[in-house]
């Protein structure tokens, strides 16, 4: 599914998919928003889901907000990478500009449930990087829940009724972050996507870039 580009050594690489999960409130569109800011080569998979717009967000940067039937159109016409049902409303990966990108060499960004990322790992395991964001304690997802200052308490209640749910799939993830302080979760995320960049597997540039090392020792 991927293509590659050149790291800052210059070596081809196949592009990732990295994918971060969690309850609903435990920092991954922060964390994201961090990412997308400083790591440059890194692409945000935005969504379409028929929930409703909160306050604030915009259609084409956080969501593509989409009625139920354009939804199931899209599922239909084969145009959702992955797709499920989160809360009573429907959440899918449009799979044209996650192709896109990884053609063009990017990395790509899934802020998605543990459905969808299970989804993405039986097609492509290997270009995949799973990561579990959990919360210190449940108090505090739910005061950052309020703190959002987006969702009805109805809403929240739900989120909150879901999270131990949304948690029993934290052992199908690559890694576990714990978002305590923002910028120390943000310092281990970053790793995970530097580290995870520089794996041999991906670096389909390698074997010439070994060879010419080999010819310049040898001339
Ligand atoms: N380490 C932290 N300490 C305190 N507040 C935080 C921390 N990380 C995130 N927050 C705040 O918690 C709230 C929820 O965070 P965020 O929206 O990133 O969660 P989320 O996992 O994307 O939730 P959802 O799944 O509902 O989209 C936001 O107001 C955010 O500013
Ligand atoms: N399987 C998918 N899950 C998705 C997708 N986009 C978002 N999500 C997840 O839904 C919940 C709720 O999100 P919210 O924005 O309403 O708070 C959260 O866990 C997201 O990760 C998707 O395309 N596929």
């Known amino acids: 599914m991927t293509t590659g580009d050149h790291g800052t ?3 081809e690489r196949r592009g990732l998919m990295f994918v971060l999960s969690s309850p609903s409130g435990a920092g991954k569109t922060t964390l994201s928003r961090m990412l997308l800011d400083r790591e440059p080569g890194l692409k945000m998979s935005v969504s379409a889901t028929t929930r409703a717009k909160r306050p604030g967000e915009i259609e084409g940067r956080d969501y593509f907000f989409v009625d139920k039937s354009r939804f199931e159109a899209m599922v239909k016409g084969d ?8 809360f ?3 959440y899918g990966t449009p799979r044209a500009p ?3 990108a990884l ?9 998605i449930d543990w459905q969808g990322t299970q989804q993405l790992h039986q097609k492509a395991s290997s270009d ?3 990561v579990f964001i959990l919360p210190p304690s449940a108090a505090d997802l739910e005061k950052r829940l309020h703190s959002r200052a ?3 308490d109805e809403v929240i ?7 131990s749910h949304e948690m029993s799939h934290w052992a199908e993830y690559d890694y576990i972050v714990i978002n305590h302080d923002v910028d120390e979760a943000f310092a281990e995320v970053q790793s995970i996507l530097k580290a995870e960049r520089l794996k041999r597997e991906r670096r389909i540039g390698l074997v010439g870039f070994v060879r010419g090392l080999q010819g310049q020792l040898q001339g």
């Open 79 to 86: 145009e959702l990478l992955e797709w499920a049902t989160v």
């Open 9 to 11: 050594d210059g070596v």
């Open 128 to 130: 995949v990087v799973r």
């Open 103 to 111: 053609s063009a060499g990017k990395d790509v960004l899934f802020d």
């Open 150 to 152: 987006q969702d009805s």
């Open 88 to 90: 009573d409303n429907l």
């Open 98 to 100: 996650v192709e896109a």
């Open 157 to 163: 209640r739900k989120r909150m009724s879901r999270a």
